[in-house]
């Protein structure tokens, strides 16, 4: 059970280079405006085979072997880091669900996430997809990933742009957020379908889903078509007083001595549910992220929202937990998630390109008829449809889900990883210059400061004074 001294030498080199040079690679996209998410994947991208590997093909194997302990330890680094990172995503979903602006959500979701689905399911049953399958995916399979490719919208990566552009309390922001919110459960449940049928195909299912598959395939299908769902909806409705119940109870040593500590137990109790269901473990992560996430009531009082370059220094077990999160584990995700890929033999830039106009064109096209019909002018639908664009970390979440689960091929992973970096990227962008020329991002007067896309008074004077 234990390492030798080379192998944990070797691990701590490993996981030191990934480390240190996604900070590096973060630090340096955030000082030229762009997603630090993009920057923790190129980390890892220059380790890996498409930069060290070519260069100098000995040190990238020695460094990551693909077998032995330093792989099975990155492996476990690297799943504990995805679980993390879908927790602190529930935790933001929860966060952001607002119930004004009601016209705008219920359009721009409908259209946002029926057009750009249907279209993928529409081209990938219409147009052949040669090399885009895995081992364990088939015809159906490989159509809804498809679909939930061009649909996804990234809510952690949306609003931490939002945040750095000091945009994240405005009408704009709570719109586009409510609606990603949305997609996003909407797409996740979905989600457990395919991997839940791809599991049972390939013999390897397990839990309650797992012995139904083996008995009948139809019925495994109903059980996790509607098992994630109620799941959901169960801990959206209740998550959060059970939660609190759980936190609060006489006999809960744990929350006394160490409130994190039981806020971890908790994520990893209820992905071992999730388990014992026969759904991917990642669901658990998000229910409790959707339940537990945030401060909790005493919490909230002790601890002012701060921005995200200042989380390691609030307090409280939920900013605790994210810090830790934020500073090793969710990095090292991505930079493995770079490691990966291999954009000189599994990556075909002709298919890359059309996939990409198709994914950004009827993505946008539907989230801006979806915003027209809501009554908002064309610049406003277009900034909207370019903010719901962004596939961020959800999208990646898809391809590396679908990729172990052997639905998609290595080529497709590494399309829809690059999708994911290269729509973020332009939503930053198109949103930053809107943002700094003092164009307006929604035409809707709001509420609370923020005329015409610029920051409201609150939030400028938080930026000042962390300045």
């Given amino acids: 059970m234990s390492l030798t001294t080379v192998e944990l030498a070797h691990v701590l080199i490993a996981l030191g280079l990934l480390t240190v040079l996604a900070h590096a690679g973060a630090q340096i996209f955030q000082l030229l405006r762009q997603p630090p998410v993009i920057g923790e994947i190129v980390g890892g991208l220059v380790l890996g085979p498409t930069v060290l590997g070519a260069l100098w093909p000995t040190a990238e194997t020695w460094l990551f072997p693909a077998k032995g302990a330093t792989g099975e330890v990155l492996g476990a680094f690297y799943s504990i880091g995805m679980l993390l990172l879908v927790y602190l995503t529930g935790a933001e979903l929860r966060g952001h669900v607002a119930r004004s602006d009601r016209r705008t959500m219920v359009w721009v979701a409908g259209a946002g996430l029926f057009v750009p689905f249907a279209a993928g399911l529409l081209v990938a049953n219409s147009v052949s997809l040669p090399g885009l399958s895995g081992p364990h995916g088939n015809p159906a399979s490989l159509a809804l990933v498809f679909g939930m490719a061009i649909a996804v919208t990234s809510v952690p990566v949306i609003s931490r742009i939002m945040l750095d552009l000091g945009i994240l309390r405005t009408v704009f922001a709570r719109v586009v957020l409510a609606v990603a919110v949305l997609e996003d459960v909407v797409l996740y449940a979905l989600l457990a379908v395919v991997l839940g049928i791809a599991q049972a195909r390939a013999g390897d299912s397990y839990g309650v889903g797992g012995a139904l598959s083996r008995v009948s395939l139809p019925w495994a299908v109903v059980f996790f078509s509607l098992v994630p769902v109620v799941f959901f909806g169960l801990f959206l409705w209740r998550g959060r007083a059970a939660f609190d119940a759980l936190r609060s109870g006489r006999w809960n ?70 810090a830790i999160s934020l500073a090793f584990f969710v990095p090292v995700y991505f930079a493995v998630v770079g490691l990966k890929l291999d954009l000189i033999r599994h990556f075909d830039p002709v298919f890359f390109l059309w996939f990409l106009a198709l994914a950004c064109v009827v993505k946008s096209a539907g989230v801006w008829a979806g915003a027209r019909l809501a009554g908002q002018d064309a610049a406003s639908a277009g900034n909207i449809a370019v903010a719901m664009n962004a596939r961020g970390g959800p999208g990646i979440i898809l391809a590396s889900v679908t990729y172990a689960a052997g639905v998609i091929s290595e080529d497709f992973f590494t399309s829809l990883v690059v999708l994911s970096i290269v729509t973020s990227q332009a939503a930053g962008v198109w949103l930053g210059r809107t943002v700094r020329r003092h164009r307006p991002l929604m035409s809707q007067r709001r509420p609370t400061g923020g005329e015409r896309g610029t920051p409201d008074p609150e939030t400028t004077r938080r930026k000042a004074e962390t300045a």
């Fill in 253 to 322: 040593v744990l929350e006394r001595r160490s409130p994190t500590a039981f806020r971890i137990a908790y994520l990893f109790a209820l992905c071992l549910a999730c388990s014992g269901l026969g759904i991917d473990p990642m669901f658990g992560a998000l229910a409790a992220g959707l339940s537990a996430g945030g401060p909790v009531p005493g919490e909230e009082r002790a601890a002012p929202a701060v921005p995200e370059a200042a989380a390691d220094a609030a307090p409280g077990s939920y900013q605790t937990l994210r």
